[in-house]
């Protein structure tokens, strides 16, 4: 798995859809390469920054949000991501 592949796996990672040979392969990648190391402990904290910035259930949103953005962060709320 090189570098560019691993990021297009990242999010069935995080949803865990990954089938069993993907996930070893991931994981077999992230055992090799500092850099993508890195990268997905940078993309967790956005992750978890971006699921605190959302956690006030009782904040309206602003107007100017697209709608289907609005739709795919409950989406995933109700998927647990």
């Known amino acids: 798995m090189t570098c560019r592949e691993f990021t297009d796996f990242l999010i069935d990672y995080f949803s ?6 993907e996930q070893t392969e991931f994981e077999r990648h992230l055992a090799s390469c500092p850099d993508c190391v890195a990268y997905l402990k940078s993309y967790e904290e956005t ?7 959302c956690d006030d259930a009782d904040t309206a949103v602003p107007t100017e949000v697209p ?15």
């Open 16 to 21: 865990r859809t990954l089938s069993t040979s």
């Open 47 to 53: 992750i978890k920054l971006g699921k605190a910035a």
């Open 67 to 81: 709608e289907g953005l609005v739709q795919a962060i409950l989406a995933s709320r109700r998927r647990g991501l």
